[in-house]
């Protein structure tokens, strides 16, 4: 090969990640990301048997994610004994690797119980946003199964999924503003409604009673407390009646 031939494995890793990162940036919320996350993970990273994602929320760090259910029980380890590299790598924005989960003295609580449930290798990466969002953590059932080269993929492949993930996260933030402030208005259009209606029978009630807007409007509430129904009810009736409502065993 020439310096002026395309390296193979190279152009194929491009063309890896470039299909990584469109699937991830297509996804419409923050937990459809969070499984194309973990699913790319353990097909785009060598020696990877299984991936789970740290996510803080609040004050608490939970998996929402898993792609096998051991990785939830190892993910809750880290949480449970207060130690992992996940946790570290959530706190010092960075990435940690164990190569080895039995014998690693930075967890001793942690490693031991991981490697008992038959994790031994262990490549946590910070997912940055603003601010740390979370960790991926890729596992492994063999020591020493992360090699340079994974290292690298992995550090690339992370940095893609906190972009994506923190893009998804604005969005569903923006789509929930969005759903209140839709919300806050139909609640105005529909007072704006009522007090239309409200206001008609008080007219009606003003014109044929001879009676001021205050009068009205009072009449118009006791009659509501008298019934049980909502004011607008009462005012609507009147629109379309003429009169107020009563109950039916109630005559002239």
Not at 7 to 21: N, Q, T, W
Not at 49 to 54: D, K, P, R, T, W
Not at 141 to 166: E, N, W
Not at 172 to 198: C, F, K, M, P, Y
Request: hydrophobic content about 40%; glycine content about 8%.
């Amino acid at each position: 090969m020439t310096g002026t031939e395309p390296d193979p494995g190279r152009s194929d890793l491009a063309a890896s990640f470039a299909e990584i990162s469109r699937a991830l940036y297509s996804a419409h919320t923050v937990q459809e990301t969070l499984h194309r996350i973990v699913a790319f993970s353990v097909g785009a990273i060598e020696g990877c048997s299984g991936a789970g994602i740290s996510f803080v929320q609040g004050d608490q760090i939970v998996t929402p994610v898993w792609t096998e259910q051991r990785v939830l029980e190892v993910d809750t380890m880290q949480y449970t004994t207060g130690q992992g590299p996940c946790l570290d790598a959530i706190a010092h924005g960075a990435s940690f690797y164990a190569q080895d989960l039995l014998t690693d003295p930075r967890w001793p609580d942690f490693g031991p119980r991981a490697a008992q449930a038959g994790m031994r290798s262990l490549l946590s990466f910070c997912l940055f946003g603003e601010t740390p969002l979370g960790a991926l953590n890729l596992y492994a059932q063999l020591p020493s199964a992360f090699g340079a080269t994974d290292r690298a993929k992995g550090v690339i492949f992370a940095t893609h999924a906190g972009v994506a993930l923190a893009a998804a996260q604005d969005v569903e933030d923006a789509t929930q503003a969005l759903a209140v402030e839709i919300e806050r208005l139909d609640n105005l259009h529909g007072a704006l409604a009522s007090r239309q209606v409200i206001g008609r029978a008080e007219g009606i009630l003003m014109q044929r009673e001879l009676l001021t807007a205050d009068q009205a409007f009072d009449l118009l509430r006791r009659a509501s407390q008298h019934l049980n129904i909502k004011l607008r009810e009462v005012a609507q009736h009147v629109v379309d009646t003429g009169d107020l409502p009563r109950r039916p065993d109630e005559h002239d």
